[in-house]
């Protein structure tokens, strides 16, 4: 029997096929220049990993707003100015045969002030909690909204002309779309607020502009938190269930669930012994495209997570360190080095000087 992880993947009627099971997960690394414009090292990383095998490349989070950008570095996609270093991203990963997906998102509540040079605005009037500061922040006001509405569907049209096979818009991990759905941070009282279509209005309103623009064969698909974690609150895991279900109802051609953990089981229903990737499986039928993250190590954490009901595992810790995971996997061997990894691996395994300075703060991720 053929292994699960190496089956190839075709996206429904829109005609376009992944080699594999394998994603890169969309990572935070800092190579970009200060105006958004592709840097090398971002290229370099993200192309090392399509040469690798594998089967889907996501890019990092990529701002559609200057006032939405999150940390210094970032990949931009608010002007045409980035339209050749895209392209030139686009063409890179597509190269070696592997999908090439955007990510897009703006970081609202999240984007530092200092770095956007205005107040940060979210859903609702708020304060961040930065540490031991809170941040205050503006609630939206109807322009706000409507703009950042057309910035998310001209990134993708953009995102398109650059050759890009799909685009995922990030709706998880306290961003802004997920301050939206947020019953913590969304306190509205007009269409934008209150109950789940309402709070989910500026998610669908993207995902149908963006649709009627885009022909069938350019995928939009969405990354959503399906319960609280961390101070990123205000999230039902019901309401997850439902707002799966009203995603694909509105054009999505996939999800991809940030669970932190492939194998956890909701905080809400600790007591069924089923894993949170199962849950949405088995709301949405088998037709509706599932990528899954978080703690996928070794092959067998793959294989588990498929027969879970992911159709992909996105890697991402793994995936920085072991960039021939595929190999790896192709040979159902458990050769993963696992962190911490010396600056030499690392520079080694395609990262630039940027992305290793930023992983030393994740704990015991680089050595000392």
Same mark, same amino acid.
């Given at each position: 029997?053929?292994?699960?992880?190496?089956?190839?993947?075709?996206?429904?009627?829109?005609?376009?096929? *992944?080699?594999?099971?394998?994603?890169?997960?969309?990572?935070?690394?800092?190579?970009?220049?200060?105006?958004?414009?592709?840097?090398?090292?971002?290229?370099?990383?993200?192309?090392?990993?399509?040469?690798?095998?594998?089967?889907?490349?996501?890019?990092?989070?990529?701002?559609?707003?200057?006032?939405?950008?999150?940390?210094?570095?970032?990949?931009?996609?608010?002007?045409?100015?980035?339209?050749?270093?895209?392209?030139?991203?686009?063409?890179?990963?597509?190269?070696?045969?592997?999908?090439?997906?955007?990510?897009?998102?703006?970081?609202?509540?999240?984007?530092?002030?200092?770095?956007?040079?205005?107040?940060?605005?979210?859903?609702?009037?708020?304060?961040?909690?930065?540490?031991?500061?809170?941040?205050?922040?503006?609630?939206?006001?109807?322009?706000?909204?409507?703009?950042?509405?057309?910035?998310?569907?001209?990134?993708?049209?953009?995102?398109?002309?650059?050759?890009?096979?799909?685009?995922?818009?990030?709706?998880?991990?306290?961003?802004?779309?997920?301050?939206?759905?947020?019953?913590?941070?969304?306190?509205?009282?007009?269409?934008?607020?209150?109950?789940?279509?309402?709070? *989910?209005?500026?998610?669908?309103?993207?995902?149908?502009?963006?649709?009627?623009?885009?022909?069938?064969?350019?995928?939009?698909?969405?990354?959503?938190?399906?319960?609280?974690?961390?101070?990123?609150?205000?999230?039902?895991?019901?309401?997850?269930?439902?707002?799966?279900?009203?995603?694909?109802?509105?054009?999505?051609?996939?999800?991809?669930?940030?669970?932190?953990?492939?194998?956890?089981?909701?905080?809400?229903?600790?007591?069924?012994?089923?894993?949170?990737?199962?849950?949405?499986?088995?709301?949405?039928?088998?037709?509706?495209?599932?990528?899954?993250?978080?703690?996928?190590?070794?092959?067998?954490?793959?294989?588990?997570?498929?027969?879970?009901?992911?159709?992909?595992? *996105?890697?991402?810790?793994?995936?920085?360190?072991?960039?021939?995971?595929?190999?790896?996997?192709?040979?159902?061997?458990?050769?993963?080095?696992?962190?911490?990894?010396?600056?030499?691996?690392?520079?080694? *395994?395609?990262?630039?000087?940027?992305?290793?300075?930023?992983?030393?703060?994740?704990?015991?991720?680089?050595?000392?």
């Amino acid at each position: 029997m053929s292994n699960p992880i190496f089956q190839t993947f075709l996206f429904g009627d829109t005609g376009i096929k *992944a080699p594999n099971r394998i994603a890169l997960a969309p990572m935070t690394n800092k190579q970009s220049h200060a105006d958004g414009t592709l840097g090398e090292d971002e290229y370099q990383w993200l192309v090392s990993r399509a040469k690798h095998n594998f089967g889907v490349v996501f890019t990092c989070a990529v701002h559609v707003q200057e006032d939405g950008q999150g940390w210094e570095g970032e990949l931009g996609n608010f002007d045409n100015i980035h339209l050749n270093g895209l392209t030139k991203l686009a063409s890179g990963i597509k190269a070696h045969g592997s999908l090439a997906i955007m990510q897009l998102y703006h970081g609202g509540a999240r984007s530092p002030q200092h770095l956007i040079g205005v107040q940060p605005w979210s859903a609702s009037d708020t304060f961040f909690q930065l540490k031991d500061q809170q941040i205050p922040v503006r609630g939206a006001t109807q322009q706000d909204i409507f703009t950042v509405i057309q910035s998310f569907i001209t990134a993708a049209l953009r995102a398109y002309h650059a050759g890009f096979d799909g685009v995922e818009l990030h709706a998880a991990h306290g961003y802004l779309l997920h301050q939206f759905l947020s019953t913590f941070t969304n306190t509205r009282t007009d269409k934008w607020g209150g109950h789940l279509e309402n709070r *989910a209005r500026i998610l669908t309103d993207i995902l149908k502009g963006i649709r009627q623009h885009v022909p069938q064969n350019f995928l939009v698909g969405i990354r959503i938190s399906p319960e609280d974690k961390f101070d990123y609150r205000g999230i039902n895991f019901d309401d997850s269930l439902a707002l799966s279900e009203l995603l694909i109802a509105n054009g999505a051609d996939f999800l991809d669930i940030s669970t932190w953990d492939s194998k956890k089981k909701p905080d809400k229903y600790p007591n069924i012994e089923k894993p949170i990737i199962t849950w949405i499986r088995e709301k949405l039928g088998d037709a509706v495209p599932l990528f899954v993250a978080g703690k996928i190590w070794t092959p067998q954490d793959a294989l588990d997570a498929i027969q879970a009901g992911a159709d992909f595992v *996105a890697l991402g810790k793994v995936a920085i360190g072991n960039p021939t995971w595929p190999s790896i996997a192709q040979n159902m061997t458990n050769d993963i080095l696992f962190p911490p990894y010396t600056t030499v691996h690392l520079q080694q *395994a395609g990262l630039g000087t940027d992305f290793i300075n930023y992983m030393k703060k994740w704990e015991n991720f680089v050595s000392k």
